[in-house]
């Protein structure tokens, strides 16, 4: 069956960096559209960035575009999330999250981002 | 960007009512329109896609319909187990946009 677990989350100070991974199974993530997807505590739920099928298909939410950066390690069947530059405003619960016929069908459990000084 | 509104924001119900939540889009999405619920320290399930697609394993008294620019999530028949927050989501052009969410409580 189709399983996601993202690691990385921690505690970091703004201007500090981080790498969200998400490891996969049940399903080859070179076929599949894959997205991180935040939640800030007590707030909604804010859709990050995508990386689909071909390595170049990739889109970010401005807010994190030329900070953050999205990859995958296929042997690994692992997706990846680099973030930089990290703001206060980016404390969340990160998901990774699978995506067919453009509606997010598995999502993981999360990982924490905390950006504080 | 598309933006997503959704009404009312909070409702209050109890076991057995109907309860309707609608998703409004700023512009034209197609039928990329999902439906998601969240509990308290959980990842969001998938209940509905394009549109009114109902997942396997979601009960049908879930139902979504619409078109164009304005969408419903209906829940007839509400049980214990539907208390929870519910969030439309666009999908028809990035950023793939959430509604602010409908929080279903007792």
């Known amino acids: 069956q189709v399983q996601l677990v993202e690691s990385g989350g921690g505690v970091v100070q703004p201007g500090g960096s981080l790498r969200l991974s998400c490891v996969a199974s049940g399903f080859t993530i070179s076929d599949s559209g894959l997205h991180w997807v935040r939640q800030a505590p007590g707030k909604g739920l804010e859709w990050v960035a995508f990386i689909r099928y071909v390595e170049n298909n990739k889109d970010y939410l401005d807010s994190v575009k030329g900070r953050f950066t999205i990859s995958r390690d296929i042997s690994k069947n692992t997706l990846f999330l680099q973030m930089n530059s990290l703001r206060v405003e980016d404390t969340a619960m990160y998901y990774c999250?699978?995506?067919?016929?453009?509606?997010?069908?598995?999502w993981g459990q999360g990982t924490l981002v905390t950006v504080s000084s | 960007d598309i933006q997503m509104t959704q009404s009312p924001s909070s409702v209050s119900a109890s076991v057995g009512d109907r309860v309707t939540i609608t998703c409004r889009a700023s512009?034209?999405?197609?039928?990329?329109l999902a439906w998601y619920q969240q509990k308290a320290g959980k990842a969001p399930k998938l209940l509905i896609s394009?549109?009114?697609s109902l997942q396997s394993g979601v009960p049908s008294r879930f139902r979504g319909s619409g078109s164009g620019t304005e969408f419903n999530l209906t829940i007839s028949g509400l049980q214990p187990e539907d208390f929870a927050t519910y969030y439309c989501q666009q999908a028809n052009s990035v950023p793939f946009t959430f509604g602010p969410g409908t929080k279903v409580d007792l």
């Open positions: 512009q034209g999405i197609s039928s990329w």
């Open positions: 394009v549109v009114s």
């Open positions: 999250a699978k995506e067919e016929y453009r509606a997010f069908h598995y």
